[in-house]
Nanobody, 122 residues
């Protein structure tokens, strides 16, 4: 089992940057793929990005491709989501999740963090 804790959210102006972190407990973190999802008020949770256990594969939603970068440091049990050129439509609660394989689908992830709020002002 793995527990996930997100951090790094906050308020930023459009065009700015934030780096979210997803810290995991457990010695088996390196065996999990990690995904990021986000949920804006009144909207369904949507896929943002995912990274394989060994960082070989990363996948991004079209809406964030070229602006967001996902990386991980298995020695630190941490995954990072670097978010650049932020837009007001990126405003949401961001969640990280762990699964044995990469997936775009939230229901396939077994473990979730509590979320961190990202607010982008125009």
């Amino acid at each position: 089992q793995v527990q996930l804790v997100e951090s790094g959210g906050g308020l930023v102006q459009a065009g700015g940057s934030l780096r979210l972190s997803c810290a995991a407990s457990g010695r088996t973190f390196s065996t999990y793929a990690v995904g990021w999802f986000r949920q804006a008020p009144g909207k369904e949770r949507e896929f943002v990005a995912t990274i394989s256990r060994n960082s070989v594969n990363t996948y991004y939603a079209d809406s964030v491709k070229g602006r967001f970068t996902l990386s991980r440091d298995n020695a630190k049990n941490t995954v990072y989501l670097q978010m650049n050129s932020l837009k007001p439509e990126d405003t949401a609660v961001y969640y990280c999740a762990a699964n044995y394989g990469v997936s775009y689908q939230a229901h396939q992830y077994d473990y979730w963090g509590q979320g961190t709020q990202v607010t982008v002002s125009s």
